[in-house]
Each structure stands twice: as structure tokens, then as C-alpha cells.
């Protein structure tokens, strides 16, 4: 069995490759903007879980991974020309949710910070005005 460092390695290379593949060698609309967003091989190089998004985000899963399994054969033979190992590992394809969890954290810390920084504004308001309506008495 390969070393966890060895894994590593093809797991890196197998996404780098993959994602140049999917980039320029792919000619199906339904992988237009697909990113490899992590690879996984399994100890006996048996299987390769390859995690992808799209900048669409969910609207798209079912498209990109029917593309994806359509093209699995081409894409592991061009891997497999490109990485030197015994046996190629099969390409098993994953939806990764991740980006958008990420851009919807996002969003909520934007409006946190724009809700955060507004009440500083409406306090200095409502100050201004306690001190206007006692100095008028």
C-alpha cells in the first residue's frame, strides 16, 4: 500500500491534471466552468472521489455530474496516459457543496458587518437628539 504522503501526491496531481483536462480537452457544454475543487484516493488505488462545483452552483449538480459520468472513461484515460501508475484508479464523481456554503457565510457576515456598522450611526443619532430636545427646554 502506498504511504499517506504518496497518496497525496497522486491525489494532487490526478486534480491538477483533471482540472486542466476539464478545462481544455473537454469539448461537452455540460462541463463548461466545472472546478475540481479536491480529489481522494483510496488506499488500494481503487477509486478516485473527485469532489467538483460550478460557479451556477446547485442549479447545475445534476448536469455537471451526468457530464462527468458521460465522460469518465475519456477523462481516466487521458489521467492514466498523463500519470504513471499500475492500475488507474476509477473516477467516482461528487457534488461539493462547499463554495456555496462558503459565499453564503459570506453573505451573512456581509450584513453583519453592514448591521454592525449602522448601529455606531444610529446611536450617534439618537444621541444628537436627546441633547437637542434638552437644550431647547
Same mark, same amino acid.
Given at each position: 500500500?502506498?504511504?499517506?504522503?504518496?497518496?497525496?501526491?497522486?491525489?494532487?496531481?490526478?486534480?491538477?491534471?483533471?482540472?486542466?483536462?476539464?478545462?481544455?480537452?473537454?469539448?461537452?457544454?455540460?462541463?463548461?466552468?466545472?472546478?475540481?475543487?479536491?480529489? =481522494?484516493?483510496?488506499?488500494? +488505488?481503487?477509486?478516485?472521489?473527485?469532489?467538483?462545483?460550478?460557479? /451556477?452552483? !446547485? *442549479?447545475?449538480?445534476?448536469?455537471?455530474?451526468?457530464?462527468?459520468?458521460?465522460?469518465?472513461?475519456?477523462?481516466?484515460?487521458?489521467?492514466?496516459?498523463?500519470?504513471?501508475?499500475?492500475?488507474?484508479?476509477?473516477?467516482?464523481?461528487?457534488?461539493?457543496?462547499?463554495?456555496?456554503?462558503?459565499?453564503?457565510?459570506? =453573505?451573512?457576515?456581509?450584513? +453583519?458587518?453592514?448591521?454592525?456598522?449602522?448601529?455606531?450611526?444610529? /446611536?450617534? !443619532? *439618537?444621541?444628537?437628539?436627546?441633547?437637542?430636545?434638552?437644550?431647547?427646554?
Amino acid at each position: 500500500m502506498p504511504s499517506s504522503i504518496r497518496l497525496k501526491r497522486i491525489s494532487d496531481r490526478i486534480k491538477e491534471d483533471l482540472s486542466e483536462l476539464l478545462l481544455k480537452g473537454v469539448q461537452d457544454p455540460r462541463l463548461t466552468g466545472v472546478q475540481v475543487t479536491d480529489v =481522494r484516493v483510496d488506499r488500494e +488505488l481503487a477509486f478516485a472521489d473527485v469532489f467538483v462545483s460550478a460557479v /451556477e452552483g !446547485q *442549479a447545475r449538480k445534476k448536469e455537471v455530474l451526468s457530464g462527468l459520468e458521460h465522460a469518465s472513461g475519456f477523462l481516466r484515460s487521458q489521467l492514466a496516459a498523463n500519470i504513471e501508475l499500475r492500475t488507474f484508479p476509477r473516477l467516482r464523481f461528487h457534488w461539493d457543496p462547499t463554495p456555496e456554503r462558503a459565499d453564503h457565510i459570506e =453573505r451573512l457576515l456581509a450584513s +453583519l458587518r453592514n448591521e454592525a456598522s449602522s448601529a455606531p450611526q444610529a /446611536e450617534e !443619532q *439618537a444621541d444628537d437628539e436627546t441633547e437637542d430636545s434638552a437644550g431647547n427646554e
